[in-house]
T-cell receptor
Framework: SQQGEEDPQALSIQEGENATMNCSYKTSINNLQWYRQNSGRGLVHLILIRSNEREKHSGRLRVTLDTSKKSSSLLITASRAADTASYFC?????????FGQGTRLTINP | DGGITQSPKYLFRKEGQNVTLSCEQN?????MYWYRQDPGQGLRLIYYSQIVNDFQKGDIAEGYSVSREKKESFPLTVTSAQKNPTAFYLCASSRDGVQETQYFGPGTRLLVL
């Protein structure tokens, strides 16, 4: 399966600290995407990184992709209470997007 | 406002009953998707459609059915054959079915009475 596996499953940090989440997958991909889900809500797309890219930034988000290790990381800098959510990586192969089980991030004030 | 709407927000199903979840988009997207999410889990693909009048089974299609008669609409029916339907159902769309970002609706929570 190409399913992404996030690590850690849960992360709790203080407001202002940086949060790092990791995603590993098993087969070759065309792109990898990160999504955020607030409790009981739909998913919101954060960032897409293609297989020929190594790093992308969007505001306080930084995503890296290492295709040789089949892994990606999402870094949220200067975390805020509003960043509390679940974060999912999703790998895009030839046909469909496959989601991991997510990392639950809690930002403590 | 452009986006994806799902209704109802909560749906209750009696045993042996079929229920239909609505998904509408006004983004002019060709592709639409249905996912199931169980508590603390990721999303699993039920069905997807890349074009009107065509759809394919995802990973967990048994007990579900869909139709795609209009570009804007992709309703999901949870049939009585689905023995464990309690879950959060998410609809999504993308510009096309290949290498694209997906946009999600707010979800429907289905509960069994």
């Amino acid at each position: 399966s190409q399913q992404g596996e996030e690590d850690p499953q849960a992360l709790s940090i203080q407001e202002g600290e940086n949060a790092t989440m990791n995603c590993s997958y098993k087969t070759s991909i065309n792109n990898l995407q990160w999504y955020r889900q607030n409790s009981g809500r739909g998913l919101v797309h954060l960032i897409l990184i293609r297989s020929n890219e190594r790093e992308k930034h969007s505001g306080r988000l930084r995503v890296t992709l290492d295709t040789s290790k089949k892994s990606s990381s999402l870094l949220i800098t200067a975390s805020r209470a509003a960043d509390t959510a679940s974060y999912f990586c999703a790998t895009q192969g030839a046909q469909k997007l496959v989601f991991g089980q997510g990392t639950r991030l809690t930002i403590n004030p | 406002d452009g986006g994806i709407t799902q209704s109802p927000k909560y749906l209750f199903r009696k045993e042996g009953q079929n229920v239909t979840l609505s998904c509408e988009q006004n983004l002019n997207h060709d592709a639409m998707y249905w996912y199931r999410q169980d508590p603390g889990q990721g999303l699993r693909l039920i069905y997807y459609s890349q074009i009107v009048n065509d759809f394919q089974k995802g990973d967990i299609a048994e007990g579900y059915s869909v139709s795609r008669e209009k570009k804007e609409s992709f309703p999901l029916t949870v049939t009585s054959a689905q023995k464990n339907p309690t879950a959060f159902y998410l609809c999504a769309s993308s510009r096309d079915g290949v290498q694209e970002t997906q946009y999600f609706g707010p979800g429907t929570r289905l509960l069994v009475l």
